[in-house]
């Protein structure tokens, strides 16, 4: 019911879909006695579009995600295994594609090669909207984990979980981690303070290893304009979806504090 309901919700409440939403419902305002409400409401609308699309706004929303946990030297220590959450790829026309969170799926394959005893761990089985065929993000992290000449006997698929809550909890059921060993997660860096909560809230303890960065981690982040709108509203949906996630997630106790860190 959570997955369902949290799907519903966050489409309404999207910030580039609620200001769309209010600029279409000013529209319709504008041919009844309510016309100057109408006016207001589209303005307000109008203006924090082009907030979120131009300004530095969004940077400004998902910098403190991204730099809640640093990065980390990939070659240090000895790995049992490294998981991989889902995002980042489908199957369209029988062929792995990758969207624009495929830092997860490349990096995953270079920490993977560093470290040639650890398991890879790839979890996400959410079905491809866009194909009829039944082919799930699982299908299609296979089919690129052996093109890029992987041996399976390396890899663990998980493929039922739908979000990051299941993706903890049925990673940690799948592989039942040791004590003493060392399992990197490796998701994009905005995501990972909710992954972290999530996966220690399941009682799996696992190395933050961010990437798939949105800021610079530089001044400019705070000061820089976007010069295509689709890039900075993009941005701004991820980082308060984000924000709003964390905020759920720790009301419905799925994560260990309310703003995970190191």
Known sequence: ?????????????????????????????????????????????????????????????????????????????????????????????????????????????????????????????GENPLSSSGMTETDGARKLFAELGLPPERLIFEDKSRNTRENAAFTRRLVDPKPGERWLLVTSAWHMPRSMGVFRKAGFHVEAFPVDYLTSGETTDFVLPYREAARGLDIAKDGTKEWVGLLAYWAMGYTDALYPGP
């Not at 309404?12 to 409401?41: E, K």
């Open 1 to 125: 019911m959570f997955f369902f309901v949290s799907k519903l919700v966050w489409f309404a409440l999207s910030p580039v879909n609620l200001l769309i939403l209010l600029a279409a419902l000013a529209a319709l305002l504008a041919f009844t006695r309510f016309a100057r409400f109408g006016r207001r409401l589209g303005l307000l609308a109008i203006l924090g579009l082009v907030l979120l699309a131009f300004s530095p706004l969004p940077r400004i929303i998902v910098r403190p995600l991204e730099d809640r946990f640093p990065q980390q030297d990939a070659a240090k220590g000895p790995v049992a295994g490294i998981i991989v959450l889902g995002g980042a790829v489908s199957m369209l026309r029988g062929e792995a594609t990758l969207n624009d969170k495929a830092t997860r799926m490349t990096k995953a394959v270079e920490l993977a090669r560093l470290h040639p005893q650890a398991k890879l761990v790839f979890t996400g089985g």
